[in-house]
């Protein structure tokens, strides 16, 4: 047992925040806050505070990075030094750096990366608050930046984790929950389709569960989504 | 192609300004509005976002506990670090800190330091063995001009903010916050002035930044001293140009001290 | 220059994927031949050449007496890293480790680590204060391929192979090896499957990854339970997909599993 | 109260080390000490030992970096590993990087960059041994090294600090005064106009203070812009 | 006295393995062992293991290194974390720089690096099991490695060491001799005419026992030449 | 644009060896002006600075007071490093050290090491717990050949300058020196020659060392005992030259030596 473990995580059926096991955390999504961005969003979802930018698509430094046929996605997941308990010395670390990567590759099956051969589309993710579930509010608000800075993209891309809490499946785990729960499974999908563009695991499921959890996250990911076009509907309007 | 938009934007920016005027129709000795929000991140011990017009910077306070340096035993540790992220400017870059952002986080932490403006003796814990180390960290959000003057704001806002941690065996237990407030003894202030062409004006926008000759940045204490200045820029000033930019700074210097959210004891 | 390769070969794989044969003539859930060597480095404490088909991998398990995390006093601490070596592949460079490298070397560590396959507490020697610290370290030699499922058995087999140094004095006398084992609890084992086109193969060779849309590896307990999973490559998987994966991943774990040279006591 | 702080620093309207308040500590400048550098200068200042190089104009690398319509001027600060009491680990750190800015920005004033488009003007200012007021000392010889190189300038640029030490003004801090008084003001200037290239200041000083600090400093580098001639005198003659 | 010291390093005039003083340790190599490099080859050593590969001649990336009028030679020497007790961090650190230049300028001397100009030949040399002699193991291998790559070369180049120890001159140290003994002397030649192209020395000697101890390697490495034509004979047959 | 001007270069110092002379109208055998000046730093507790015809070097040391390394508690620490500053050659570059840095640091401390130049042992204060750490730092300021010899000479002069500072309670008061002196067993020094076609010549000047085929460094003791050599270059030697070398440093280095400013006690 962990310091500062608590004795149980389930209580008479509830979570310890109250939540129902699908029940996801508040969220909301502004887009359109920075001045110097092409585009961005801030995210507020539980605990998590993120401002995401994109910027592009613009020349690629050093050149040999560039593509002839197509622009380069390029992603940087940042945690703030004060967004977590214990300060997070600046600068990329292992883990922010995988997180990059399948930042990445989560949301460049929807960008139209061919209307742009030899640029780059930058995304930067800052992670101001931290509170589980990081990389799925890193890749929703980066989406609705990408749109916000009028990528075209063939879809938006929300993600969403979902668990294994105190033996129950359950949807957006929270810093408790993720510390101390038997699973994680951050799922992203493009809704039109129904395609995972994103699927990271660690815990243990048995084959149920796996199923269980996997498709409650894609249903959070539908949850999420719409609140990414009501973001994208303040600003723009529109249906 | 900096360069080249710089050279529009210039001739653009001097003709104004000789005319009395700033692009933004701002006087010379106006700040842009200024919005100071505190207690912003929950897994902060203090925190503040600061806009100046557009610039937006986050600050937050981080407290750990360790060893004092050696020829100051019985004294807390004060460090300051800046993040000029690259979501902020097409121009900032990631990778390790570059010289601006090295000027920047040592600019703010002269005025913080200088000023005495926290008691640092009172954050030693047990002489030469166990001190509170205060790390600032000061997150360039999105960048539109006169980072020192945000940065200092937003840092100085942070430790107002700041309550300490409950401390058990030594150990910080981040999740429970004390009601106990770092030792604030003075508001130290920054005002920044841009020289372009023969005229001075406060707050320059990043436009005025890009076209300016030099910069001069002046730190005040709560009584009016001075406790730190850095020149920026290739450019030069006058003596007289200073003297003036330190008088003009002062006035601007007790509108921004407003904007601290510091209730005296 | 790559990408031209690339362009040439996924037509043919492709093409030959569609004819339901693959370009090695392997079945779409059939493994290259494996082989797993152990006992293959005095100087580590246990060790492990890995190669599936032309893909070879050295893991070398390295034991110290360190620390415990301040958050995990009674639990050993497990590390694994991972080295692309520019001798292993055209494309590998020298110098600090890439983002593949990294996400390989954590992939590996979760199937470890959420498998429980070492019992951490076990490791303890002193609550708070000392505690064996372990570290896998994958060394690619060669290249061809699925270098996940490759390191993950490397690690396991140089694990299952590790006897702990003698101790004298908290110091570790490397040369004398006692009898005693790590406290093995499971034995997980990653599959790796690769989507082309249409089609799904397991352990794809270079050439397959070159050209294969996503990719999906997921981390199998001894029971039969997931404790990791991890999907790579731009592509995408349909749910359907990724439930056929997960079935097929498990019969082909068991396969792999028997390569360790594990002994129940 | 710092370990090792002296009781007084100002004993009978005296300074410790028996200077008067406005009096410079002494400065040798030699200029054209090394071979290989196209300029260079060493200069002795108090406890200081600086030694000044300038290499250019030359190639720029990474290209990049030049600009079509002048060159650009490159400053390294960089204290030797055995110029302070502990031992200073070799390589920049956040204090060299940015008193090599400010260097850079005290000295590009006067230099004529546009007769040298696309080069690059280096300049190298290693502190062999430091005793307060090191990047003052810097510039001075680097300016003469710049001079030695041939590089056409509008004038030298002197530097100076002066400081509040045990409540008076001071010029030309050292070592005990830097550590243990209450501010420090180091300007750099253009002689002939008069004009502020340098100017950094941390401490305390009322608006009184600062004036006559400032004057001061000015003054001292005044009398040092004489040392910096005398010193090309020695090397290239004329008056 | 080192922690972990034998008493004696020589007893009834044999060494602690039990070798004569002129016997090397059992060698074996085998050529063409990997399957992505263009050349390679597996050697053990005592209780060296080691990877060599070469890849090339290709094309030099950044391209500003390449050559007009011939390839470049770039090797690096690298130790596994786990190739020895206290394990190693990953990554290059002084020593291993300089073992990585000495071994470059020990084997470029008989590449016709003039064939291939503007092109690359890069040698890799993994140290997979320490035990004393890693950089002579490292440039026997290597030899191989280029041969098998079908690099044209003027010769093998085999390596060795002679030392002392307990008052002996020996060949080929093995671990507990060379962090106990008196003296190490790495040598590499060219067979064919007999120059040096490593050498290198650390500890004691006299002016005869050097030149004893420098023979000795030499027909050590001679002998080392042998297996290693062996090997390549083993895989491209000829006598 | 290097290659071309050692091509010009090579020939007229090769033709002028040829003839039995050199460039710079030395002897084969004929070091150029030597000057060593100690006690050039007062902020180190020891300095020297060398000339050897341009190449100029200054030498520190400074004292520490650290922990033992495991496996020598009763020891002191020899630390050398070196830095080619790039105010000392057009070719020198900022960044971290390059192969030449690293190779001449090694090169110089072997020396001082093998020769055990140092009694470390009485560099012990507590055993096991506490020794001096000796760090020689070698600046180099102007390049003109030889860097190898001008360091070990400023290396060992420093050593024989340096004066051990006061130390209270386990710290030390740097600003005050003792009368007590590191404990110097031995004075070693190196010699390096050059091969340049058929001849091989002491102490080359830098366009010596830019058209050499090879270059041998040999380090005696006072006794003459050889106790470190390195070869570098892409050129070879044969078993001949290799102990011509030898026995011609060996009196060059007699000359070298009365330029320490060692008196023996």
């Known amino acids: ?239 | 192609m900096y360069d080249l938009i710089a050279e529009i934007k210039r001739d653009n920016i001097i003709q104004t300004l000789k005319a009395g005027k700033r692009v933004d129709n701002r006087g010379f000795d106006e700040y842009r509005p200024i919005a100071v929000e505190v207690g912003v991140g929950e897994k902060a011990e203090g925190s503040a976002i600061v806009q100046i017009g557009k610039t937006r910077v986050m600050a937050g306070v981080k407290l750990a506990i360790g060893e004092p340096f050696p020829d100051m035993p019985n004294s807390g540790v004060l460090t300051t670090n800046a993040e000029l992220r690259p979501l902020a400017s097409p121009t900032f870059e990631k990778g390790p800190p570059g010289e601006d952002t090295i000027e920047l986080a040592r600019v703010v932490d002269r005025g913080i330091r200088e000023s005495e403006c926290i008691d640092l003796e009172k954050l030693c814990r047990v002489e030469g063995e166990e001190v509170w180390i205060v790390f600032i960290d000061l997150h360039i959000l999105d960048y539109d001009g006169n980072l020192f003057d945000a940065c200092e704001l937003g840092a100085i806002s942070a430790l107002v903010d700041t309550r300490l941690p409950k401390v058990e065996d030594g150990m910080i237990i981040y999740k429970e916050k004390t009601d106990e407030r770092l030792p604030i003894k003075d508001l130290p202030v920054e005002t920044t002035f841009a020289k372009i062409g023969d005229n001075i004006v406060v707050d320059p926008i990043l436009d005025e930044e890009q076209v300016m000759d030099a910069r001069l940045t002046v730190a005040y204490t709560k009584k009016g001293d001075i406790c730190a200045m850095q020149k920026g820029g290739v450019g030069t000033f006058t003596e007289k140009e200073i003297l003036e930019v330190i008088d003009r700074g002062l006035e601007k210097s007790k509108e921004l001290r407003k904007h601290i959210p510091f209730k005296e004891v």
């Open chain 1, 1 to 239: 047992m962990k310091v500062g473990e608590p004795e149980r995580l389930i209580i008479d059926g509830k979570r310890l925040d109250g939540r129902a096991f699908d029940e996801l955390r508040p969220i909301k999504i502004e887009a359109g806050v920075l001045k110097r961005a092409d585009g961005s969003a801030y995210l507020e979802w539980g605990g998590n505070k993120v401002m995401a930018a994109c910027y592009g698509p613009r020349e690629v430094h050093p050149r040999h990075l560039a593509r002839p046929d197509s622009a380069i996605l390029r992603c940087i997941y940042n945690m703030a030094a004060f967004s977590v308990s214990d300060r997070k010395r600046p600068g990329p670390d292992r883990r922010s750096v995988e997180i990059s990567k399948v930042t990445r590759e989560a949301l460049e099956h929807v960008v139209f990366t061919h209307l742009f051969p030899r640029t780059a589309i930058d995304v930067f993710i800052e992670i101001l608050q931290a509170n589980a579930g990081t990389r799925c509010s890193g890749i929703t608000a980066a989406s609705v930046a990408l749109a916000d800075a009028g990528i075209p993209m063939a879809d938006l891309v929300p993600a969403c984790a979902a668990g294994k809490v105190g033996g129950e499946i359950v949807l957006d785990l929270n810093d408790v929950e993720d510390n101390y729960g038997e699973a994680d499974l951050p799922v992203a999908i493009t809704p039109k389709k129904g395609e995972v563009t994103l699927l990271q695991m660690d815990g243990n499921f048995t084959r149920e569960e796996f199923e269980k959890a996997f498709k409650l996250a894609i249903k959070g990911c539908k949850k999420v989504h719409k609140i990414q076009k009501e973001a994208l509907r303040k600003k723009y309007g529109g249906t």
